[in-house]
């Protein structure tokens, strides 16, 4: 799952749309993605470890010089984040 | 993105379906558990290397399995009395039925049969190869299973059970013994059959046994792609990427695990995990173009006949010398039932030089002792001959029919005695009369020669313990070096 193409284009699509809404705050966005992945409201600490990882990841991805050219960093961090959801075992044993 | 009609609904679909039927399931479910969860407080990593029952003879398996039934008496087991009555009608056993069997007469053996090495071990003469190394050859003419039908007989060797779904073999070691090396998966089988009556997912799965046991299946039976581990590498983030978003993984699912009873989750996060070690180690070495081409010749890769188990056979080696414990090596086509004149022969060919370059290269490297190379089909063939065409066919196109009434295979390496014939069947070869093996005694063989002793490997499920062996099984000692 985590190295499949198919899975990695599904999250770069949802993680396009979800910041070409540039009115969005991130804390909504991950709201919004646990809500659509997991079919239920985010506990706040959920919240905030989504924005740490997305942070962590873009800040990474930025100074990564192997990873330029998979994209602009900001994307390349929600599309990891979207994918870690989807590989999840909540994701894939409880809806 | 506008959630406000959106409400998450109090019952999702997967515990709706589960309250909605029978709800036994989820009872189980929450037992078994419990007991994986009280297993994991104990044993951190499923896949670390375990202490053995006694001391091992054997670290690591290489299995040959010759899907099909490969024809003993035309390969490893001359019959005079079967040449001489060739031709002759032959009184089958009560009840006997089988398709093509009507006027059946006794085939002769199709092959010459000649001496190889010190201990002149007699066989056919279309392994010249594998007869270069016959010294380091334990041949089992004795052996026994309980079928003869494809799909149950291949159930059978792979997991010790004809009918119902058990643990394989290679599961079993693992569970038990654990593997070498942390970043490869414990048990690799190479271009399985995934359908029809060559082979199933049973044949390498878990059952019962803990998911992180199953066999990783590497290509597919008759595929002409390279065989590789399916998306092995990833292509967007560098692995410094990927690790971080493992650690989020892992997060996540460890609260998961927290918040809901179901603990059998346990087997999906310890598997990204492997998957995710793997990807260090795997792909180089998948990569057989890093060895030399004297090595590439040795199992004969330079000719086109022998290039597909050729490379099997390599990279089986490459994989026991990485730690891997049991690798099991698939190779279809050994069902004559008609033109086995043409067919048998030309299955030698394909096989002769990588099988016997296998025990060369690991006898080479020093590898043989400590690997046992184990060579079968999931049974024999009949001495009598079968006609499938009902007469329209020529003679010369006859083939012979399953038999598991005794057959044979050989093995090699750690821990047996090489040179040495055990066993014999009866005058026509279609029999066992003499140092019987059954299916579930080379099991228990298998077992105590990796140090494991088959009634204590056990693993409770539905309310029994469970063995590989189920309640059967005979250590063969005569053949232990």
């Known amino acids: 799952l985590l190295n499949s193409p198919w899975i990695a284009e599904q999250a770069e699509v949802l993680a396009t749309k979800l910041i070409q809404d540039d009115q969005l705050l991130d804390r909504q966005r991950v709201n919004d993605l646990i809500l659509r992945i997991y079919n239920r409201k985010p506990a706040e600490s959920e919240i905030m470890r989504g924005l740490?990882?997305?942070?962590?990841?873009?800040?990474?991805?930025?100074?990564?010089?192997?990873?330029?050219g998979t994209g602009p960093p900001g994307r390349l961090a929600w599309t990891a984040y979207i994918q870690t959801l989807l590989a999840s075992n909540e994701f894939l044993y409880r809806i | 993105m506008d959630n406000r009609h959106f409400v998450p609904p109090a019952v999702n679909r997967r515990d709706f379906l589960r309250r909605a039927g029978n709800g036994f399931g989820a009872i189980a479910l929450a037992a078994l558990g419990t007991e994986q969860s009280l297993r994991a407080a104990t044993v951190s990593n499923p896949l670390a290397p375990k202490l053995a029952h006694h001391a091992a003879r054997a670290k690591r398996i290489i299995f040959l399995f010759m899907q099909g039934g490969p024809s003993q008496m035309d390969l490893f087991d001359y019959k005079p009395k079967l040449a001489e009555f060739a031709g002759k009608p032959f009184e089958l056993p009560a009840n006997y039925e089988a398709p093509g069997l009507n006027k059946t007469k006794l085939m002769g053996p199709i092959s010459s049969f000649?001496?190889?090495?010190?201990?002149?071990?007699?066989?056919?003469?279309?392994?010249?190869?594998?007869?270069?190394?016959?010294?380091?050859?334990?041949?089992?003419?004795?052996?026994?299973?309980?079928?003869?039908?494809?799909?149950?007989?291949?159930?059978?060797?792979n997991t010790g059970a004809p009918v119902l779904v058990r643990p394989s073999m290679g599961a079993w070691i693992v569970y038990g013994l654990g593997t070498e090396n942390a970043n490869m998966p414990g048990f690799i089988t190479i271009r399985p059959s995934l359908t029809g009556d060559a082979g199933s997912p049973q044949n390498f799965g878990a059952a019962f046994l803990p998911a992180i046991y199953q066999g990783t299946p590497v290509g597919l039976a008759k595929s002409e792609e390279p065989a590789v581990i399916d998306y092995s590498r990833n292509e967007k983030f560098t692995s410094g990427l990927q690790g971080r978003q493992m650690d989020m993984l892992r997060s996540l699912n460890r609260e998961f695990v927290t918040r809901t009873p179901d603990s059998a989750m346990e087997g999906m996060i310890e598997s990204f995990e492997l998957a995710f070690r793997m990807q260090s180690e795997a792909p180089g070495l998948m990569d057989l173009s890093k060895e030399?081409?004297?090595?590439?010749?040795?199992?004969?890769?330079?000719?086109?006949?022998?290039?597909?188990?050729?490379?099997?056979?390599?990279?089986?080696?490459?994989?026991?010398?990485?730690?891997?414990?049991f690798v099991q090596v698939n190779d279809d086509g050994w069902d004559h039932h008609a033109s086995i004149r043409d067919g048998l022969p030309k299955k030698c060919r394909q096989v002769d030089r990588p099988i016997a370059g296998l025990i060369t290269d690991l006898k080479a490297r020093g590898l043989l002792e400590e690997t046992l190379v184990i060579w079968g089909g999931e049974f024999g063939r009949t001495p009598f001959d079968q006609d499938l065409s009902l007469g329209k066919a020529p003679e010369e196109n006859r083939g012979r029919e399953h038999n598991p009434r005794g057959f044979t295979m050989?093995?090699?390496?750690?821990?047996?005695?090489?040179?040495?014939?055990?066993?014999?069947?009866?005058?026509?070869?279609?029999?066992?009369?003499?140092?019987?093996?059954?299916?579930?005694?080379?099991?228990?063989?298998?077992?105590?020669?990796?140090?494991?002793?088959?009634?204590?490997?056990?693993?409770?499920?539905?309310?029994?313990?469970?063995?590989?062996?189920?309640?059967?099984?005979?250590?063969?000692?005569?053949?232990?070096?």
């Open chain 1, 52 to 68: 740490e990882f997305v942070y962590d990841f873009e800040r990474r991805a930025s100074v990564d010089q192997t990873a330029k």
């Open chain 2, 114 to 157: 000649r001496n190889y090495g010190q201990s002149g071990l007699h066989m056919t003469e279309w392994f010249p190869a594998i007869g270069n190394v016959a010294d380091d050859l334990c041949v089992l003419r004795g052996m026994q299973t309980d079928t003869e039908a494809h799909t149950t007989a291949i159930r059978q060797i």
């Open chain 2, 292 to 325: 030399s081409k004297a090595t590439h010749k040795l199992y004969g890769i330079d000719e086109k006949e022998t290039r597909d188990l050729g490379q099997q056979c390599l990279l089986a080696r490459r994989l026991v010398e990485a730690g891997v414990r």
């Open chain 2, 410 to 481: 050989w093995l090699a390496g750690g821990g047996v005695k090489g040179g040495l014939v055990h066993g014999a069947t009866d005058d026509f070869a279609f029999q066992a009369v003499d140092g019987k093996v059954h299916m579930h005694d080379l099991h228990a063989t298998i077992l105590h020669l990796l140090g494991l002793d088959h009634e204590k490997l056990t693993y409770r499920y539905s309310g029994r313990d469970f063995r590989l062996t189920d309640v059967y099984g005979r250590v063969v000692t005569e053949i232990l070096a």
